[in-house]
């Protein structure tokens, strides 16, 4: 993501996050970027991104894929995931959003969640805007900070 006003709002997100999810055990909040591939094909693409991603996120105990034929879900239900989550023990989680072509089938198959914000589709730097605000607003609804209001 280029400098700009959503990398801005995706760090703030992150940042208030990691500050209130510090007393939860729920920190470190990265984000890591690919190139895109380069491939003439689009499941070549996608193959590709799933080779590096898998790289990526192979420590993560928790793997969320953010994809449009995922499952929809609430705030509070995404709060008690990562809270039970964390409470088995999963040291980390990683949340993958897919490039212009989409994450690989497979890909998403390996995933413990296959998370949907909407059957729309969303441009990947908007995607990464909302995860990054539903983190923050799961941070607060396990604290029970106000933020998020039903």
Do not use: C
């Amino acid at each position: 993501m280029k400098q700009g006003p959503e990398r801005e709002l995706v760090a703030r997100y992150l940042g208030r996050a990691a500050a209130s999810g510090k007393a939860l055990g729920l920190t470190g909040f990265a984000v890591t970027e690919l190139a895109e591939s380069r491939a003439s094909s689009t499941m070549a693409r996608r193959s590709d991104e799933a080779r590096a991603l898998r790289d990526i996120v192979s420590g993560s105990r928790a793997l969320i894929a953010l994809d449009e034929r995922g499952t929809v879900m609430g705030s509070a239900e995404f709060a008690a995931r990562l809270g039970r989550w964390r409470d088995d023990g999963a040291e980390t989680a990683g949340f993958v959003i897919g490039g212009a072509d989409g994450l690989d089938p497979a890909f998403v198959k390996e995933a413990n969640l296959s998370l949907s914000f909407s059957p729309l589709t969303w441009p990947h730097q908007l995607v990464r805007i909302m995860l990054a605000e539903q983190l923050y607003r799961a941070t607060t609804i396990l604290s029970g900070h106000p933020y998020h209001r039903e």
